[in-house]
């Protein structure tokens, strides 16, 4: 397990004015990683390195077992996947420490409702790029579909935002943001 994360890429306490969620502890406390369930995970990782620049971050996972039983809840477990390593971590001391993007994929998949970004529970991941449209073209040609449309609006105190949704080729929703 690697050592704690460097200053720079833990959460600041300064958080907005008025603010009292943070909470001094002991403990270190960093996020991790995003993990997508796939049907097949090496053809969504191809997908995440294609249009987003995402980097494999070995190795690759091969797991069961009673322990991930035991911590997933989920009855003769048995997974396999990888982690990616998500743009824009690239700066010293926090390449290989940054959140990763985790797909795997079960032997065992349940089945789930067609992605709604109105649905409750974890609604999309989101990139922030330089260009939405040539961003947008890149999922498609990789697999993916539209879900939405390209909008603009001011947002006050924070800038100009140029987004879309879209979708993977699995249906997860994904945000294709720029800010000005």
Same mark, same amino acid.
């Given at each position: 397990?690697?050592?704690?994360?460097?200053?720079?890429?833990?959460?600041?306490?300064?958080l #907005?004015?008025?603010?009292?969620?943070?909470?001094?502890t002991?403990m270190?406390?960093?996020?991790?990683?995003?993990?997508?369930?796939?049907?097949?995970w090496?053809?969504?990782?191809e997908?995440?390195?294609?249009v987003?620049?995402?980097?494999?971050?070995?190795?690759?996972?091969?797991?069961?077992?009673?322990?991930?039983?035991?911590?997933?809840?989920?009855?003769? #477990?048995e997974?396999?996947?990888?982690?990616?390593?998500?743009?824009?971590?690239d700066?010293?001391?926090?390449?290989?420490?940054?959140p990763?993007?985790?797909?795997?994929?079960?032997?065992?998949?349940?089945?789930?409702?067609?992605?709604?970004?109105?649905?409750?529970?974890?609604?999309?991941?989101?990139?922030?790029?330089?260009?939405?449209?040539?961003?947008?073209?890149?999922?498609?040609?990789?697999?993916? *579909?539209s879900?939405?449309?390209?909008? *603009?609006?001011?947002?006050?105190?924070?800038?100009?935002?140029?987004?879309?949704?879209?979708?993977?080729?699995?249906?997860?929703?994904?945000?294709i943001? *720029?800010?000005?």
């Amino acid at each position: 397990m690697p050592g704690p994360a460097p200053a720079f890429c833990s959460p600041v306490p300064a958080l #907005a004015s008025g603010c009292r969620c943070y909470h001094e502890t002991l403990m270190q406390i960093r996020y991790a990683h995003t993990n997508i369930i796939a049907e097949d995970w090496q053809a969504l990782a191809e997908f995440y390195c294609a249009v987003f620049h995402c980097v494999p971050q070995p190795p690759g996972r091969r797991q069961s077992g009673r322990w991930l039983e035991k911590g997933t809840a989920v009855n003769d #477990a048995e997974l396999q996947g990888m982690h990616l390593r998500l743009p824009g971590y690239d700066f010293p001391g926090c390449e290989e420490n940054g959140p990763t993007l985790e797909i795997y994929q079960y032997a065992q998949i349940l089945d789930r409702p067609e992605a709604a970004a109105n649905r409750k529970g974890y609604g999309h991941i989101a990139f922030q790029v330089d260009d939405v449209e040539q961003v947008r073209r890149q999922v498609l040609m990789h697999g993916g *579909q539209s879900l939405g449309e390209i909008s *603009q609006t001011e947002v006050e105190g924070v800038g100009h935002l140029t987004f879309t949704y879209m979708k993977d080729p699995e249906g997860n929703i994904v945000e294709i943001q *720029q800010w000005d």
